[in-house]
């Protein structure tokens, strides 16, 4: 079936880094994404990546793709208070045609000053 | 740039009221989603619109009406509200057409609560 799965919760110290992962079933997704979502405020796209690439780099966020696996993982370096929020990751696989939007649980991370 | 735009923010009904959440996209996008979130589920499509005038059902449509007013606007309508219908509402847009795989556009939800 179709499903997204991450960890609810992570915390980290100020100035670490944070790895957040992400599973996911379908192969035919051609794009992965990760959104943001801070107290109060809907999604924040942060970054996405094409199945076609292993790794993507924006600043202080490395995206990581295993296709193997259907892993996909988001590291964000020296991680600050500001980083705190649930974050999500999606995909979009095709099915009969069209694309669906399936977005995982959300992993809550938290960073500790 | 204000994007996407929802109102109400907040909303208390009791159960068996009616409602229209209002949303409103400035970006010229062609498709626009409804999605509820509740704890531990991530989003869930309610409804989306691929282009002005045409509507599909998402994953759970029931109890929902949305209208696609124009390119802009997609409200959703809660005919007779249930406890079982708490929870956050987020509009999203693509440029796409349909259901498509680009990167969606989110507003800052609608928080609804039913007694």
């Known amino acids: 079936g179709e499903d997204v799965e991450q960890s609810l919760f992570l915390s980290v110290r100020e100035g670490d880094s944070s790895v957040i992962n992400c599973t996911y079933t379908?192969?035919?997704?051609?794009?992965l994404y990760w959104y943001k979502q801070e107290p109060g405020a809907g999604l924040q796209l942060l970054t996405y990546?094409?199945?076609?690439?292993d790794m993507k780099q924006d600043q202080r966020l490395t995206v990581l793709l295993n296709k193997k696996d259907k892993h996909l993982s988001l590291r964000i370096a020296d991680t600050q208070t500001g980083d705190s929020a649930i974050y999500f990751c999606?995909?979009?696989?095709?099915?009969?045609?069209?694309?669906?939007?399936?977005f995982g649980t959300g992993t809550r991370l938290k960073v500790l000053a | 740039n204000a994007g996407v735009t929802q109102t109400p923010k907040f909303q208390v009904l009791k159960t068996g009221q009616s409602m229209t959440l209002q949303c409103a996209q400035d970006?010229?996008?062609?498709?626009m989603y409804w999605y509820r979130q509740d704890p531990g589920m991530g989003l869930r499509l309610i409804y989306y619109?691929?282009?002005?005038?045409?509507?599909d059902k998402g994953e759970v449509p029931n109890g929902y009406n949305v209208s696609r007013l124009n390119k802009r606007e997609f409200s959703l309508r809660l005919e007779s509200a249930a406890p079982s219908q708490t929870s956050v509402y987020f509009c999203?847009?693509?440029?796409?057409?349909?259901?498509?795989?680009?990167?969606?556009?989110f507003g800052d939800g609608t928080r609804l609560s039913i007694l």
């Open positions: 990546i094409f199945s076609n690439m």
């Open positions: 999203a847009s693509n440029p796409g057409q349909g259901l498509s795989n680009q990167p969606q556009h």
């Open positions: 619109s691929a282009s002005e005038g045409t509507t």
């Open positions: 379908d192969s035919s997704s051609t794009y």
């Open positions: 970006m010229n996008h062609n498709s």
């Open positions: 999606a995909e979009s696989p095709l099915t009969s045609g069209t694309y669906k939007y399936i």
